[in-house]
């Protein structure tokens, strides 16, 4: 089956401080992978979204320069949280689709970052 | 812009009764795309449901929703609540069925109680 895994579970970095979190899709290929970010007491919310060979667009309130995403291939992505502050803690959410007709996302468990 | 509107933070019941968790949409596409996502704690949210087809009944796994355009409502209901499906749910729209975008609604806890 599709699954998707995101690295790390959690993680803590001190505030101005930069970390970097990982998705890997098993069993599909991602032709597209979205990043959202759930803020305390809010729903998800879109980064940006990543297709293989095409530019990365990012949601009005996130830059290339403060989320930079990679996006090698149809397996892997990942995205750094660049001077992380208060802000910025949440639960980051990867979401994979597939090739072919299938229109489902499939979601990682995310990655919860807390800053200090 | 478009959104999705989730009106129940907490819905507590006892196992056995009915379930109907409420979402509405706004959208500005003509055809858009509802989708129910379930969110257990520590896991990935998982799609429960998903409907394009006005006033199509839509089932999975005991749940049932249908898509009302001229409401703009895909209410997900269940006949009979278990204490497994004890989660976190989630609406979320989506344009043209293309998933690589999703609006999500604030979600709705759903504890059911023996």
């Known amino acids: 089956g599709a699954l998707v895994y995101q690295y790390p579970r959690r993680t803590i970095c001190k505030s101005g401080t930069s970390m970097r979190m990982e998705c890997q899709a098993v069993g599909f290929q991602a032709t597209s992978v979205a990043w959202y970010r759930q803020s305390p007491q809010k729903t998800f919310e879109l980064i940006a979204l990543?297709?293989?060979?095409?530019?990365?667009?990012?949601e009005q309130n996130f830059t290339q320069e403060k989320f930079p995403i990679s996006h090698p291939n149809l397996s892997f992505s990942s995205m750094t949280v660049l001077n992380a502050y208060l802000e910025d803690r949440g639960l980051y959410l990867c979401?994979?689709?597939?090739?072919?007709?299938?229109?489902?996302?499939?979601f990682g468990p995310g990655t919860r970052l807390t800053v200090l | 812009g478009d959104s999705v509107t989730q009106t129940e933070g907490l819905v507590t019941l006892t196992e056995g009764l009915p379930v109907m968790l409420n979402c509405t949409y706004q959208t500005i596409y003509s055809n858009p795309f509802l989708f129910w996502y379930v969110h257990y704690l520590n896991e990935s949210p998982r799609l429960l449901l998903k409907?394009?087809?006005?006033?199509k009944r839509t089932e999975h796994q005991g749940f049932h929703a249908t898509l009302h355009k001229s409401s703009s409502s895909f209410h997900l209901q269940k006949s009979s609540a278990q204490l497994s499906d004890s989660a976190l749910y989630y609406c979320a729209l989506s344009d043209t069925g293309n998933t690589r975008k999703l609006i999500f609604g604030l979600g709705t806890t759903l504890q059911v109680q023996p």
């Open positions: 409907s394009s087809t006005d006033n």
């Open positions: 990543s297709t293989v060979n095409s530019a990365i667009k990012y």
């Open positions: 979401g994979a689709r597939a090739t072919g007709g299938s229109y489902e996302q499939y």
